[in-house]
């Protein structure tokens, strides 16, 4: 590949800029905005829920186009700073927010998906560290030192080939997360038919036979209701907080690591994955930029090694998401700015615990009494608080029989995307610098079921930078 380089900023077709500042206060209507949470958790922005705002005529330059390249402005680690995703599409326009710097480039002389993979990369991440700044409580990256990054600039038509051949893996990917998706909303329907709106208990006292459900699952159901703390709950089930549930179960809420504990020269490129709060998406760990560090730091740190039915809090931020721990990340890290839930060994169904803390009640009940004036914050005893529905053992049973079988997909779905993303991972830097040509990436790819003429991003015709 050839070694021209120019600086970022020469390839754009209008200036780099900052996103909108709306406060938490004032979402909840209008069109969506690409928060900090979304670019750490997908690295391809594509038909996500996200919060909405409104904007004025005079704001409209703040809307995305498909092929943008954002970047994190800021983060809470030197890790994150810097991070880029691409903006693939949205069903409704989408704008940014004021910790993200878009910058979108002119498709006749570069490929935003090769300017994409480039900044995913080892050596465009040794680029943006060169102008990462590091303070007291977060890090950093300005626009005014992106644009003068010197990058590679091959011709187009050699970034056109390892655009395609590297979305090809993305798009499997995607399709699996797609997958994924669907599943926890047919679990979801599932826990919100039992659980909230109780409608095999309201048939029951109908006189009608619950829809959906066995003679033996629908006889484990009561009824009728009764008052509780909580409001009106089905007889014989119990309103209780999570520390009560964990201490009757044999388990325990804990905080993750302090920062004295993980210092910045223990994360490693292989190693122990340690999962903190950007890695928590959609109910489960992400590996898609999850940290590292090695078996020795690992085995220092055991108290906080991770099991399957583990439940991990972000402790500060987005303080309402959590990941429920799987068979997959046993041994895993619960990271820094974390809390670990540990519901016991007694405990029989973690897909209900899980979304029942995911449920509209309770992220709304984390948010209202986290603590902290700039951002909120949970500790143990904040989260031990959490008002929880305790359902009979048996009726914990029947549903985890029926659960297990979704949840049991999803982990496979995720292990496949994640031995995709190895994959890609692995080609990346040899692609981007050349070391690899696309007939070699053919071979790899074809050996895990893929062919790069799969996907084609989309390109203009090829021209060269002006002077």
Known sequence: MSSETALFGSLFSTPQKNGLTRPKAVRGAGIPMVNMGELFAHRRIKNLVMDLVTISDAEAHFLLEPEDLLFARQSLVLEGAGQ?????????????????????????ISNPYFYFYFFRSPAGRK???????QGAGASGIRGSDLV?????????E?????ATALSALDDRIFLLQETNATLEAIAQALFKSWF????????????RVPEGMDEDSAALLPGGFE??????????????????????????IQTGPFGSQLHASDYIESGVPVVMPKDIVNRRASTESVARIGPADADRLARHKLQAGDIVFSRRGDVERH????????GWLCGTGCLLVRPGRQWNSPGFLSMLLDQARARTWLVQHAVGATMPNLNTGILGSVPVVLPTSDVLTAFEELASATEEQRSRNSS?????????????????????RLPEAQHEMADAGLSVGQVIPRSAPSARLPA
């Not at 326009?93 to 910058?103: A, D, K, N, Q, Y």
């Not at 003068?148 to 187009?156: E, N, Q, R, S």
């Not at 509780?228 to 044999?250: C, H, M, N, Y």
């Open 84 to 108: 880029c995703s691409i903006f693939v599409g949205n069903k409704r326009p989408t704008v940014f927010e004021s910790h993200l710097i878009r910058c979108r480039l002119n498709k006749s």
């Open 127 to 133: 680029a943006i560290e060169t102008i990462a700044e």
């Open 148 to 156: 003068k990054l010197p990058v590679p600039f091959p011709p187009k």
């Open 158 to 162: 050699q970034q056109d080939a390892v």
């Open 196 to 207: 909230v709106d109780f409608d095999p208990v309201r048939a029951k006292m109908e006189g």
């Open 227 to 252: 008052e509780s703390e909580l409001g009106l709950v089905p007889k014989g089930w119990q309103s209780i907080d999570l520390a009560e549930l964990t201490k009757r179960f044999g388990g325990s």
């Open 323 to 330: 990941a429920l721990i799987t068979e997959r990340e046993i």
């Open 416 to 436: 496949t995307a994640e031995t995709l993303a190895t994959l890609r991972d692995t080609l990346l830097p040899r692609l981007i610098s050349g070391q690899l």
